[in-house]
C-alpha cells in the first residue's frame, strides 16, 4: 500500500471531568482513503494537547510502517513517542506488557479459571467497575498494569491503564474505558455493527464490541464480583519482564510532523526481534 499524502483533522476539545483533545490522521493511500484517530485526555488542557500530538506521531509512525509490512506490524501495540527519548522508550515497553496482560486476562476469563485469576491479580470494586492489577517489574522500572470492566450498562465496557503509581493506573483504565465505552455506543449507532475499513481503529474496536457481547466472559465476571474489595490488596509478587526489546523508528515519522519534535520507539517481544531488525535494516 502507498501513502500519497497526509492531512489531519482540527483539534476537538471536550471538558468534563478532564479535558479531551481528539483528532483524525487522514491518509490517501493506494487502497483508498484510511483515517487513525488520536487524542489525549488530562486534567490540564496543555498536557491533553500534548498528550494528543504524541499519539498522533506515534499512529502515523505506525501506519507508515503498517503500509510497508502489514503482518508485521498489524497494530499500534508497542509503538510510542515523547517529547524524551527515555519516557518514548519506557512507554513503548509498558504498551507491549499492557497488552501481553489484557490476552492473559482474558484468556483466563474465557477459561474461567478462578483460581488462575485470584492467584495472579489483585481484584477490587470501585463504584461500577471491576478492577485487576498486576504489578511487574521491567527493565525501565516497577509497573502496575489495570484492566477495568464496566458491567452496569446495555454492554459491558473496557479499559485499560499502565503506570508506575496504582492509583495513577487505576485512574487510567477507567478513563479509557469511559472512552471506549462513548466510542462503542457512536460506532453501534452509526454502522449497526458493519465495519467500514476506512477508520484504522475499528478492527479493534469490534474486538471489544464481541468481547461485551460474550455470555462466557459475562458469567466468569459475574462470579469474580464475590472476591472483590473496595480496598484490600494481598500480596502478589511482581513478574520479571525482560523479554521485551527496544527499536528507535523516529526516522519513520512523516515528515510534515518533525517540527513536532518527538522521539518514536517500538518494542516488541524478543521473538520479533530478528523480523523488525530485518526490516528496519533494509530500509
Avoid at 504524541?54 to 501495540?77: C, G, H, I, V
Avoid at 519506557?90 to 499492557?98: G, L, Q, T
Amino acid at each position: 500500500m502507498k501513502i500519497y499524502e497526509w492531512k489531519v483533522s482540527k483539534l476537538q476539545v471536550t471538558e468534563s471531568q478532564k479535558i479531551k483533545t481528539q483528532g483524525n490522521l487522514y491518509a490517501n493511500t493506494s487502497l483508498g482513503e484510511k483515517y487513525i484517530p488520536f487524542g489525549g485526555i488530562d486534567k490540564i488542557s496543555e498536557i491533553s494537547y500534548e498528550k494528543a500530538i504524541s499519539e498522533l506521531d506515534e499512529r502515523a509512525t505506525w501506519f507508515k510502517m503498517f503500509s510497508q509490512y502489514p503482518t508485521l506490524f498489524p497494530n499500534t501495540t508497542g509503538f510510542a513517542a515523547h517529547t524524551n527519548k527515555d519516557s518514548a522508550i519506557a512507554n513503548s515497553i509498558y504498551e507491549v506488557i499492557e497488552r501481553q496482560t489484557f490476552h492473559y486476562l482474558i484468556n483466563l476469563i474465557n477459561g474461567n479459571k478462578i483460581i488462575e485469576i485470584k492467584h495472579n491479580f489483585n481484584i477490587q470494586q470501585i463504584e461500577k467497575y471491576i478492577i485487576f492489577t498486576k504489578l511487574y517489574e521491567t527493565q525501565v522500572g516497577s509497573l502496575w498494569i489495570t484492566i477495568s470492566f464496566n458491567l452496569s450498562g446495555k454492554l459491558m465496557s473496557i479499559g485499560m491503564g499502565k503506570r508506575k503509581k496504582l492509583h495513577n493506573s487505576i485512574e487510567d483504565a477507567i478513563d479509557e474505558n469511559i472512552m471506549i465505552s462513548n466510542s462503542i455506543k457512536k460506532y453501534l449507532k452509526k454502522h449497526n455493527n458493519v465495519q467500514t475499513y476506512k477508520s484504522m481503529s475499528q478492527k479493534e474496536l469490534l474486538s471489544f464490541i464481541n468481547l461485551a457481547k460474550s455470555l462466557k466472559v459475562h458469567k466468569t465476571l459475574n462470579e469474580l464480583t464475590k472476591y472483590t474489595s473496595s480496598s484490600f490488596f494481598h500480596k502478589i509478587n511482581p513478574v520479571m519482564k525482560k523479554d521485551i526489546i527496544s527499536f528507535n523508528v523516529t526516522n519513520y515519522m512523516p515528515d510534515f510532523l518533525s517540527f513536532t519534535k518527538r522521539y518514536i520507539y517500538l518494542s516488541v517481544p524478543i521473538e520479533k526481534e530478528k523480523d523488525v531488525k530485518k526490516f528496519i535494516e533494509s530500509r
